[in-house]
C-alpha cells in the first residue's frame, strides 16, 4: 500500500523552527515529525511512500537516505521548481502508485492515534472516490455533509461559503488532513499546475458521493503553530509517545 505524506510547504506558521530546516525535519523527543508519520503508518501496512519536497528539499532527503529510508520504499516528489498546493501535490504524487492502487494522503504535521484499518474499511464498505477524516472541533474552515455525503464549505470568520449541492440537513466537521482517495478518484481529476484539493472535492461534490469518517473521539493534533507544537513537546518531555 502506497501513502503520500505532504512535506514540501513553508512551513510559515512554524518560524522560527522552520528558518533553518524544513518542518518535516522539526523534532518531537528527538523524533522529527517525517519519522513519526511514517512509523504511525508502518504501523498500519504501509510500506511505499511518497514525499514531496520543496522548502529545504536536501535537508529532507539527506535525512532519509541516512536513516535508509527507515526501511522502507520511499519516492520523492520533487517541487524545488514551484509548489503546486494541496490538489497539484496529490496528482503529481500518484504518478508514484499503481494504476489500480489507492492512495493515503497523510499530512506531515497530524499525529493521531486514528486507526487506519477502520478508516480503509469504512471507505472501502462505501465505495466512494474519496474518504476524508473529521472531527468535530473548533475550526474556522468547516467542511459540510449531508448525510454521508461532501456539500460544501465554510470559512466561519469570512462568513464565506461554498456550496456543492443543497440540502436541508447539514453538519460540520473539520477536516483532519487524513484523506483516502480511491483508483477511481484520480481520473476525475482535470485540474492542472498548482490547485487546492479542497476545490477538486467541492467541484466532485456536485456529482459524486465524498464521504467522511468522523474520528472525533481519537487523539488527534496539528502541529502547524509553535504553540501546539511546544505544548506536545512538553507533554512529550513529561510522558513519551502516546498517540502511535
Known sequence: MIAFIPAAGLGTRLKPYTLTKPKALVEIGG??????AITKLKRFGYTRFVVNVHHFADQIIDALAKNDNFGMEIFISDERNGLLDTGGGILQAANFRLPDEEMLVYNVDVLSDI????????HHLRET??????RV???????????L???????????QVRMA????????????????LSPAFFPLVNEQGAFSIIDVYLRLAETHKLSYYN?????WADLGKVPQLEQLQAEVSEKGFFWI
Not at 150 to 157: H, I, S
Open 129 to 134: 472516490p474519496v474518504t476524508l477524516a473529521c
Open 165 to 180: 449541492r443543497h440540502l436541508c440537513s447539514l453538519q460540520e466537521f473539520a477536516f483532519s488532513g487524513i484523506h483516502l
Open 137 to 147: 472541533r473548533e475550526s474556522s474552515r468547516q467542511l459540510l455533509f449531508d448525510d
Open 215 to 219: 474520528h472525533s473521539y481519537d487523539y
Open 31 to 36: 523524533k522529527s515529525l517525517l519519522e513519526l
Open 149 to 159: 455525503h461532501l456539500c460544501g464549505w465554510t470559512n466561519k470568520q469570512t462568513g
Open 115 to 122: 486507526n487506519l484499518d477502520r478508516f480503509r474499511a469504512i
